[in-house]
C-alpha cells in the first residue's frame, strides 16, 4: 500500500476541519507518552498489543468496575442497578446471559432484515427530501437503526424520541471521568451530574419494566418475551435482570449505528478520493466501513478492573484498580497499523477493535454492519456526491468516551 500524501489537507487537518474536541486526543495526531499511565485515580491503557491482551484475559481484567468505583462517584442503589448489565457481568455468568439473545443475532436472522433495513432507509430518505432538507443523524442514521431494534425487542418504534431523550441524557456529558476526590465545592456540581444521568435511567426503566409486565401477561413474538420467558439454570430472571438487559439492547442496539453510518460519511467527506473510489467499487463498501470504525472508533473506550496483580506493558497495576481501555487510540497505534492517521480502506488485513474482541465482543456488530452496509450503498445511489454543508457545521457528541455525530448536514 502507497499513500502517496493522497489527501494530505483532510489527513493533517480533520481535528481542525472538523472542530474536533481536544478530549478526543487519539484525533489529533500520533499520541506520545507510556502505553500504560496512572491518572485521575485510574490506569489508562492506550495500545494496541495492550488492550489486545487486556480483552484475551476476562479473569484478571474483570468488567464488573462499580466494585472499584469509589462510593462517593456511585449513586443510590434503589436508585440505580446493573444486575444483568452483560456489558457488567463475568463469567460464567456472563456467558449463560450472551446466549439467551444470541440466537436473535444469527447470520440468517440478521441478513432476512436486509429487505426491512432497504426499504427504511429509502423511506426516511423520500421523507427527508420531501422537506428539503437532509440532516443525516436525525434524518437517518438515528431514525433506522431505532426502528429495527425496537422492532426486534418489540417496544413501539414510535417512541424514539423518548429513546433519544434517554440516550442524550446519559452519553452527552463532556466531563472526563476520574476517580480522584472532587476539589472543594464541587460536590454540588458532581451531584447535579448524576441526578442528570439518574433521570433518563429511571424513566428508561420504568419504561421498559412496563412492557416487561405486559409480556409476562400477553406473551409475543419478540425479543422481550423471549427475555421474561427465559431461564438461566432453571430460574427465570428477575425483573431487574430482564429490564437491564432490555436497556442494554435498545441503547447499544442503535447507538453504535448511528455513530458508525454518521462518521462513514464524515470520512468520505473528509477524504473525497475515498469517496470516488468507493463509487467505482461498491464491492468496498464494508471495507469503508471497518476501516470507519478503526479511523473514527464510535466507543471509544470502556473499562475493566483488575482481579490481581497484573504487568502490562511494563507496568505492575495492582489489584482491584480501575483500568480506562482507549479502544479509539489503540486503533491508531503505529506498531499495529502502518499510517494510522491515513483513512485507508485498502488496509488489509484491518484487525481492528471497534466492537471490542474477546467474550464481549460486541452482541449486534453483524446487524450494525448489515445496516451501515445497506444505507451507504444506498446514499452512494441517491447522492451525487456525500458533501457536508459548509453552512451548517458538522456537531460531534462532546462525551469523551464517544466519537459520533450528533448533526451532520448534507448538501
Given at each position: 500500500m502507497s499513500t502517496d500524501r493522497r489527501d494530505e489537507s483532510a489527513r493533517t487537518g480533520i481535528a481542525e476541519r472538523y472542530h474536533l474536541s481536544k478530549q478526543h486526543f487519539?484525533?489529533?495526531?500520533?499520541?506520545?507518552?507510556?502505553?500504560?499511565?496512572?491518572?485521575?485515580?485510574?490506569?489508562?491503557?492506550?495500545?494496541?498489543?495492550?488492550?489486545?491482551?487486556?480483552?484475551?484475559?476476562p479473569a484478571t481484567f474483570s468488567s464488573d468496575t462499580m466494585r472499584v468505583i469509589p462510593e462517593h462517584?456511585?449513586?443510590?442503589?434503589?436508585?440505580?442497578?446493573?444486575k444483568?448489565?452483560?456489558?457488567?457481568?463475568?463469567?460464567?455468568?456472563?456467558?449463560?446471559?450472551?446466549?439467551?439473545?444470541?440466537?436473535?443475532f444469527t447470520r440468517k436472522i440478521v441478513a432476512d432484515l436486509e429487505p426491512r433495513i432497504a426499504s427504511l432507509t429509502h423511506q426516511l430518505l423520500d421523507a427527508a427530501r420531501e422537506r428539503g432538507r437532509f440532516e443525516l443523524v436525525t434524518d437517518l442514521a438515528y431514525p433506522l437503526p431505532v426502528i429495527v431494534i425496537a422492532e426486534l425487542l418489540g417496544v413501539p418504534s414510535s417512541d424514539r424520541a423518548l429513546f433519544k431523550k434517554w440516550a442524550d441524557g446519559l452519553f452527552e456529558r463532556d466531563s472526563k471521568v476520574s476517580l480522584?476526590?472532587?476539589?472543594?465545592?464541587?460536590?454540588?456540581?458532581?451531584?447535579?451530574?448524576?441526578?442528570?444521568?439518574?433521570?433518563?435511567?429511571?424513566?428508561?426503566?420504568?419504561?421498559?419494566?412496563?412492557?416487561?409486565?405486559?409480556?409476562?401477561?400477553?406473551?409475543?413474538?419478540?425479543?422481550?418475551?423471549?427475555?421474561?420467558?427465559?431461564?438461566?439454570?432453571?430460574?427465570?430472571?428477575p425483573d431487574d435482570q430482564v429490564v437491564n438487559f432490555a436497556i442494554v439492547l435498545l441503547l447499544a442496539g442503535h447507538i453504535t449505528t448511528t455513530m458508525l453510518l454518521g462518521n462513514t460519511v464524515l470520512c468520505l467527506d473528509a477524504f473525497p478520493e475515498e469517496?470516488?473510489?468507493?463509487?467505482?467499487?461498491?464491492?468496498?463498501?464494508?471495507?469503508v466501513i471497518e476501516e470507519s470504525l478503526r479511523f473514527l472508533t464510535p466507543f471509544?473506550?470502556?473499562?475493566?478492573?483488575?482481579?490481581?496483580?497484573?504487568?502490562?506493558?511494563?507496568?505492575?497495576?495492582?489489584?482491584?484498580?480501575?483500568?480506562?481501555?482507549?479502544?479509539?487510540?489503540?486503533n491508531r497505534d503505529p506498531r499495529q497499523f502502518r499510517d494510522p492517521e491515513v483513512f485507508d480502506p485498502r488496509r488489509d488485513p484491518n484487525p481492528h477493535l471497534g466492537f471490542g474482541r474477546g467474550i464481549h465482543f460486541c452482541l449486534g456488530a453483524p446487524l450494525a454492519r448489515l445496516e451501515g452496509r445497506v444505507a451507504l450503498d444506498i446514499l452512494l445511489d441517491r447522492f451525487d456526491t456525500l458533501r457536508t454543508d459548509p453552512d451548517d457545521p458538522v456537531v460531534l457528541m462532546p462525551a469523551p468516551t464517544m466519537t459520533g455525530v450528533r448533526r451532520l448536514a448534507l448538501l
Open positions: 487519539w484525533l489529533h495526531g500520533p499520541r506520545t507518552g507510556p502505553q500504560v499511565e496512572f491518572e485521575a485515580g485510574m490506569w489508562n491503557v492506550y495500545g494496541y498489543p495492550e488492550v489486545h491482551e487486556i480483552f484475551g484475559d462517584l456511585l449513586p443510590d442503589g434503589e436508585d440505580f442497578s446493573l444483568g448489565f452483560i456489558t457488567q457481568i463475568d463469567p460464567p455468568e456472563h456467558g449463560k446471559l450472551r446466549k439467551l439473545v444470541s440466537s436473535a480522584a476526590e472532587p476539589a472543594e465545592g464541587l460536590d454540588a456540581e458532581r451531584d447535579a451530574a448524576m441526578e442528570a444521568t439518574l433521570k433518563p435511567w429511571r424513566e428508561m426503566t420504568s419504561y421498559l419494566a412496563a412492557h416487561a409486565a405486559e409480556r409476562r401477561r400477553q406473551p409475543r413474538a419478540d425479543l422481550l418475551t423471549r427475555l421474561v420467558e427465559a431461564e438461566v439454570d432453571g430460574e427465570k430472571l469517496q470516488a473510489r468507493v463509487r467505482a467499487d461498491r464491492s468496498t463498501v464494508p471495507a471509544a473506550a470502556l473499562g475493566r478492573a483488575t482481579t490481581r496483580e497484573v504487568e502490562l506493558g511494563g507496568v505492575t497495576i495492582p489489584a482491584d484498580q480501575l483500568l480506562m481501555i482507549w479502544l479509539g487510540a489503540a
